[in-house]
């Protein structure tokens, strides 16, 4: 079957596979390096660097449904765009005190643990390497949580898991979706009012602004999210189920290094042996889903 989303020239599907892949997971890290580069180096507020990321991305995805799609109908649902809306407003929240890659590793750790919890609720089975694969990685959030002299902020600490159990709403109630090109971009749409309302509040108590900031949130929208996710999309066809989760166990990595590069960040001990035990265990569960 054509892939309608994103047509790129390569020698093989594997290699334009592998090509799109990798371009999606340094655009998702990307999202964590360019939020906490706006609240460092640049200066814009937390509410309105949401707007931002959230039109433009917005707009970014609408570009390509017209010229992709041609017609047809943007789907989505409100309840998929609250979930998306707080995702990215706690995400945005966070990264004013939390490091790029502790962030994005704890992000990823409440996804995963949203999303097994969910299933366990549901009734799925697990097998005993996937227990030990969730509790090694509950270990590893404990540790990176836990408190020290390279603990991460309490109230970053715990908008960052909210923003992961909010994106893990939000890909369980994308499952089985047709279209999520068009159902992200209807998604989309649907947060800017929510973005719009926050935004008002942050003007009234504390809105900060200025061209690099705005440049930081356009890109993360626009580039970051929006592109990323079609080419994300695009890729998906290429991959089975459980190469889709095990790749994205790449992000954090990325992004730790994207931080270590960007904004000078260190890369701890502590962030180190939480990443082994929160990724391997996240890897751990994945692989043993696909023998069970």
């Known amino acids: 079957m054509k892939n309608t989303y994103l047509e790129l020239p390569s020698h093989s599907p594997a290699s334009r596979t592998i090509a799109l892949t990798t371009v999606a997971m340094v655009a998702f890290a990307a999202n964590s390096v360019l939020c906490r580069l706006a609240f ?22 609408w570009i390509i449904w017209l010229v992709i799609k041609r ?10 765009a609250m979930a998306l809306f707080v995702y990215a407003s706690a995400f945005s929240f966070a990264y004013i005190s939390l490091p790029a890659g502790a962030g994005a590793l704890l992000l990823f750790g409440a996804v995963q643990a949203t999303m097994v919890m969910t299933g366990l609720v549901r009734g799925e089975r697990q097998t ?15 540790a990176l949580l ?6 991460s902020p309490v109230m970053g600490a715990f908008l960052m898991l909210v923003a992961g159990v ?18 992200t971009a209807g998604n989309f749409l649907r947060t800017l009012p929510m973005a719009v309302a926050l935004c008002i509040v942050a003007v009234i108590f504390s809105a900060k602004l200025s061209v690099s900031g705005l440049i930081c949130a356009a890109l ?30 790449s992000v954090p990595v990325i992004t730790a290094l994207g931080g270590a590069l960007v904004l000078g960040e260190g890369i701890t001990v502590r962030l180190t042996a939480s990443s082994l035990a929160i990724l391997g265990g996240i890897g751990l569960v994945i692989a043993s889903k696909r023998n069970a």
Do not use: C, K
Request: no cysteine.
């Open 146 to 151: 836990a408190p020290g002299v390279s603990a």
């Open 220 to 249: 993360s929208g626009a580039v970051a999210s929006g592109l990323g996710y079609t080419i994300w999309y695009a890729a998906i066809p290429g991959l089975t189920p459980t190469q889709g989760a095990s790749v994205q166990l």
């Open 71 to 80: 017609g047809g109908q943007v789907r989505g649902s409100w309840s998929a």
């Open 128 to 142: 005993l390497a996937q227990w030990f694969g969730f509790v090694l990685a509950l270990v590893g959030l404990a």
């Open 166 to 183: 909010a994106w893990g709403a939000y890909s369980l109630l994308g499952r089985g979706i047709v279209d999520p090109l068009g159902a």
């Open 40 to 61: 460092t180096s640049a200066s814009i507020d937390p509410a309105t660097f949401t707007l931002v990321r959230l039109s433009s991305g917005t707009a970014m995805l």
